[in-house]
């Protein structure tokens, strides 16, 4: 006979209840259901964008290379001399515009510097002068010394002075640290006054182998050129050395025989020190040639000429390698 549904129903339901039982032991424990499956999708990780391509280097054509042609460059040089001794002018006029004393500073320089190394010459220290006074044999070195310290510090930032002209108007570079050169040059003429003064009070005249006065100049004038080049090409790129400039320029003023004498060094290393410092036996040579009628010590000479020549020549060469980028840099 059929069941209805009601009793089908509660019959399942004991058939279960019956089965729990044999199961937990006979235990009213209610059955626990086990814990929904959490599903977890993960996204997948972008692969590390590609590396750009390096660039090829330019073909070899294209790389510019500057040529240097030394008689083209002193041709140029030549052609522009007009150039440097207008700018000569316009930069000794300008140093002592709206000055109180004007070119009196020129003189002024070198007379304080006297001054000093009078003092010190009297108190602290005791130099050997050959029987020369101490103002006289220290003048004929300030000024020379004064002239390659001025044309130097003012040489060196003769690039960075004068941009306009430098990105405006095409002519060789050289000309501008030339043109401080010729302005210390006229700073040099004028406080030679303070040495003629000295020698017209105390009595003396300078000797007669100042006619090798000239020959020393011209190494002085080499190693000149050379040094203020190297520095002015160096300020456009490293502007540091224009601060480091007046300390080095103090350290040489020390270290060259200005307020003492050559002979203060030891023999054996006064050829050393004439190819470090070629001003040395240049200015040992104008003491020598002017105060004491001798003539100057011609192998330290040499030695001296010899490294001017290579701060001449490396130094312009230099200077016309780094040129092409001064309108760019500075």
């Known amino acids: 006979m059929a069941r209805s549904p009601g009793r089908a129903y509660a019959a399942v339901r004991a058939a279960g209840t019956n089965g729990d039982d044999t199961t937990s032991g006979g235990d009213d424990a209610t059955a626990v259901a086990p814990p929904p499956v959490v599903t977890t999708t993960v996204a997948p990780v972008a692969a590390p964008p590609a590396a750009a391509p390096t660039p090829e280097a330019p073909r070899p054509e294209l790389v510019f290379k500057r040529h240097l042609h030394p008689v083209v460059m002193v041709r140029e040089l030549i052609a522009a001399r007009d150039l440097v001794v207008a700018l000569t002018e316009r930069d000794f006029r300008a140093r002592y515009k709206q000055t109180k004393v004007g070119v009196a500073w020129a003189v002024l320089t070198p007379l304080l510097l006297l001054g000093a190394f009078s003092i010190l010459a009297n108190t602290a220290a005791e130099f050997d002068t050959n029987g020369m006074p101490y103002p006289l044999f220290a003048a004929v070195a300030l000024v020379p010394w004064t002239f390659f310290s001025n044309a130097v510090a003012s040489g060196a930032v003769s690039i960075t002075q004068n941009l306009s002209l430098v990105n405006k108007v095409y002519c060789p570079r050289e000309v501008f640290p030339l043109a401080s050169i010729g302005t210390a040059a006229l700073d040099g003429f004028i406080s030679l006054l303070i040495l003629g003064a000295l020698f017209a009070a105390y009595g003396q005249a300078p000797a007669g182998e100042i006619v090798w006065v000239p020959v020393l100049l011209i190494v002085q004038l080499m190693f000149t050129v ?34 003492y004498g050559f002979d203060t060094v030891g023999d054996e290393f006064q050829p050393v020190a004439s190819a470090v410092n070629p001003l040395a036996p240049i200015i040992e040579g104008y003491r020598d040639a002017v105060l004491l009628g001798q003539t100057p010590e011609w192998g330290l000479v040499a030695i001296a000429a010899a490294a001017s020549t290579v701060w001449l020549v490396g130094g312009y060469l230099f200077f016309k390698r780094m040129e092409t980028g001064f309108a760019d840099v500075a």
């Open 226 to 259: 050379g040094v203020t080049l190297v520095l002015s090409s160096m300020v456009v790129y490293l502007r540091d050395v224009r601060q480091v400039l007046p300390m080095a320029l103090q350290f040489a003023l020390f270290a060259t025989p200005v307020a």
